[in-house]
């Protein structure tokens, strides 16, 4: 049987476009379509805004700490909105040209339509042209999940603070996740007074539990005014503002409620029922290590699987793809080491591997640990405390988990994160002289551990 592709690509994100490009380098005919901004989540409404929002929110703190180095009139002034955002909107539309222009120089034939599945072979555009391919590949991506409660059609989601025509007088942020925490801290930043609620008692869950304390008192020291155990119960509109009730009781006004409350996978009207995909509870597909669902001419990648839902997974997920299928190089992603960082300020919390939680259950590790003032913000009058963590393997001194919180620790946890991903031991950083003066340096001269956790065997003994 002809087709009219090698390969239709539904969505032009991160996983969509790598998969699409390096395909189409390997000499396959592929078409892909995109129903918004070529770039996706990541680069439109994502990690590239959010970043650049980061960096322009650390202004006031960057005068503080100058101040304590002897620059007495060192003042961020206020922040310009209108100055900002057109230059953001330029960079935004300069990256899209690059992507577009990148899929077209490797060849690819882009549809700027939405997309769905009528069979196993055959795509249909929003504008109603038919196509058939011999693979097809969802790289749908996400969308935010909102709660269920009255007025939340009210609140914002994080793809609206990047549009916003001026920044909000008082801000809510709801959530306690990643994006809950740095948009919580980018709004602080720039000067809007905001409250972070969240239901539970520690921000992060899932992290490892100094990280979470740490970003908790962070948060609540950096200015936001963090409300812990509770949440809203329903949003109301008086005037301008939004009315929010809180299931404490009290009653609060707010001109902007942003819900980080979780995203789920954009699977909706994608025609997954017609083709035969299978998908799970959250409507995300189902895939097997190879990325392919049950039919088997259909892949999945990227956060529409719901896997590991960030940036460089859905990338790597897409070239395996492109690689195995393509590529005569079959190749799947290793999940099971994935770093990841929470773009906080004036410190991020940063991670791979085991965290001291899960090595509680699973017993014989052992826990290094420091906590210290770094000199730098320390000089300038700061009494923000940095973390490093490793957790290591008993038996084996392998090192299975390295935890940090501090300035800039995305950027460290990068390159622990290949010695970890080698299989590094303890005895490895111990042996790898230290680079002086820095922060990171201290992860290698760990000498002595903080706590043992006893193997689970030798606890039953003991109880
Ligand atoms: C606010 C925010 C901040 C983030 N920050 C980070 C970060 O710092 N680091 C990190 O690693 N990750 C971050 N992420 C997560 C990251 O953006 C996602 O994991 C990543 O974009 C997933 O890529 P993807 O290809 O699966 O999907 P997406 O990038 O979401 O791309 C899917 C594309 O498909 C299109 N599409 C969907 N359905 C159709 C259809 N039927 N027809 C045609 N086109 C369609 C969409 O318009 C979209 O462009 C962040 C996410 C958010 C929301
Ligand atoms: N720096 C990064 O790498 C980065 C940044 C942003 C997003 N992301 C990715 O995007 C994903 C989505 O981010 P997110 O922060 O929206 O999700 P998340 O799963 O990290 O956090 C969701 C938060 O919402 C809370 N919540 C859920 N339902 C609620 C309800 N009904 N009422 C009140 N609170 C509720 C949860 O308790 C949790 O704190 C992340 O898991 C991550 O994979 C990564």
Not at 342 to 358: F, K, L, N, Q, W
Not at 386 to 412: N, T, W, Y
Not at 445 to 463: E, F, N
């Given at each position: 049987?002809?087709?009219?592709?090698?390969?239709?690509?539904?969505?032009?994100?991160?996983?969509?476009?790598?998969?699409?490009?390096?395909?189409?380098?390997?000499?396959?005919r592929?078409?892909?379509?995109?129903?918004?901004?070529?770039?996706?989540?990541?680069?439109?409404?994502?990690?590239?805004?959010?970043?650049?929002?980061?960096?322009?929110?650390?202004?006031?703190?960057?005068?503080?700490?100058?101040?304590?180095?002897?620059?007495?009139?060192?003042?961020?002034?206020?922040?310009?909105?209108?100055?900002?955002?057109?230059?953001?909107?330029?960079?935004?539309?300069r990256?899209?040209?690059?992507?577009s222009?990148?899929?077209?120089?490797?060849?690819?034939?882009?549809?700027?339509?939405?997309?769905?599945?009528?069979?196993?072979?055959?795509?249909?555009?929003?504008?109603?042209e038919?196509?058939?391919?011999?693979?097809?590949?969802?790289?749908a991506?996400?969308?935010?999940?909102?709660?269920?409660?009255?007025?939340?059609?009210?609140?914002m989601?994080?793809?609206?603070?990047?549009?916003?025509?001026?920044?909000?007088?008082?801000?809510?942020?709801?959530?306690?996740?990643?994006?809950?925490?740095?948009?919580?801290?980018?709004?602080?930043?720039?000067?809007?007074?905001?409250?972070?609620?969240?239901?539970?008692?520690?921000?992060?869950?899932?992290?490892?539990?100094?990280?979470?304390?740490?970003?908790?008192?962070?948060?609540?020291?950096?200015?936001?005014?963090?409300r812990?155990?509770?949440?809203?119960?329903?949003?109301?509109?008086?005037?301008?503002?939004?009315?929010?009730?809180?299931?404490?009781?009290?009653?609060?006004?707010?001109?902007?409620?942003?819900?980080?409350?979780?995203?789920?996978?954009?699977?909706?009207?994608?025609?997954?029922?017609?083709?035969?995909?299978?998908?799970g509870?959250?409507?995300?597909?189902?895939?097997?290590?190879?990325?392919?669902?049950?039919?088997?001419?259909?892949?999945?990648?990227?956060?529409?699987?719901?896997?590991?839902?960030l940036?460089?997974?859905?990338?790597?997920?897409?070239?395996?793809?492109?690689?195995?299928?393509?590529?005569?190089?079959p190749?799947?992603?290793?999940?099971?080491?994935?770093?990841?960082?929470?773009?906080?300020?004036?410190?991020?919390?940063?991670?791979?591997?085991?965290?001291?939680?899960?090595?509680?259950l699973?017993?014989?590790?052992?826990?290094?640990?420091t906590?210290?003032?770094?000199?730098?913000?320390?000089?300038?009058?700061?009494?923000?405390?940095?973390?490093?963590?490793?957790?290591?393997?008993?038996?084996?001194?392998?090192?299975?988990?390295?935890?940090?919180?501090?300035?800039?620790?995305?950027?460290?946890?990068?390159?622990?994160?290949?010695?970890?991903?080698?299989g590094?031991?303890?005895?490895?950083?111990?042996?790898?002289?230290?680079?002086?003066?820095?922060?990171?340096?201290?992860?290698v001269?760990?000498?002595?551990?903080?706590?043992?956790?006893?193997?689970?065997?030798?606890?039953?003994?003991?109880?």
């Open positions: 049987m002809s087709f009219d592709y090698d390969l239709f690509v539904i969505g032009g994100g991160s996983g969509g476009v790598r998969a699409a490009r390096i395909s189409a380098g390997y000499g396959a592929v078409a892909l379509a995109e129903e918004s901004r070529m770039g996706g989540t990541c680069v439109i409404r994502g990690c590239v805004p959010k970043k650049l929002m980061v960096y322009a929110s650390g202004a006031p703190e960057a005068a503080a700490e100058s101040r304590g180095y002897g620059w007495l009139d060192a003042e961020a002034g206020d922040f310009s909105w209108p100055a900002f955002r057109p230059k953001l909107d330029e960079e935004l539309d990256l899209e040209r690059a992507y222009a990148g899929l077209e120089a490797a060849g690819v034939t882009i549809h700027k339509q939405r997309a769905r599945l009528r069979g196993p072979h055959e795509v249909e555009l929003a504008g109603g038919v196509f058939t391919a011999k693979h097809i590949l969802i790289a991506g996400g969308r935010p999940y909102l709660p269920d409660l009255p007025g939340a059609e009210l609140g989601i994080s793809d609206d603070l990047f549009l916003m025509k001026r920044l909000p007088t008082r801000a809510l942020v709801v959530g306690g996740g990643f994006i809950a925490c740095e948009f919580a801290g980018i709004l602080n930043g720039l000067g809007v007074p905001t409250v972070q609620v969240y239901r539970g008692d520690k921000v992060l869950r899932g992290f490892d539990s100094g990280l979470r304390d740490l970003m908790t008192e962070q948060i609540a020291e950096s200015g936001v005014s963090l812990l155990n509770a949440s809203p119960e329903k949003l109301e509109a008086d005037g301008e503002r939004i009315r929010v009730s809180m299931n404490d009781g009290t009653t609060e006004y707010y001109d902007a409620v942003m819900f980080a409350t979780g995203r789920v996978p954009y699977t909706k009207g994608l025609g997954l029922e017609e083709a035969g995909v299978k998908t509870k959250w409507g995300e597909i189902l895939v097997d290590e190879w990325s392919q669902t049950n039919i088997p001419s259909i892949f999945a990648v990227g956060d529409v699987t719901d896997r590991i839902n940036t460089p997974v859905a990338i790597r997920e897409g070239h395996a793809f492109a690689d195995t299928v393509f590529g005569n190089k190749d799947k992603l290793d999940h099971s080491l994935v770093a990841s960082a929470v773009y906080t300020r004036p410190h991020e919390a940063a991670t791979i591997g085991m965290t001291e939680d899960e090595a509680e699973r017993g014989d590790v052992l826990i290094y640990e906590r210290f003032r770094p000199m730098r913000s320390m000089f300038a009058g700061s009494d923000a405390r940095v973390m490093m963590k490793l957790v290591v393997d008993r038996q084996s001194d392998r090192v299975l988990g390295c935890h940090i919180f501090g300035p800039d620790a995305g950027e460290m946890i990068q390159l622990a994160a290949i010695a970890v991903t080698m590094a031991t303890k005895r490895d950083f111990d042996r790898t002289v230290a680079v002086h003066p820095t922060m990171a340096e201290e992860l001269t760990l000498r002595q551990p903080a706590r043992v956790i006893d193997a689970v065997k030798d606890r039953a003994i003991g109880a």
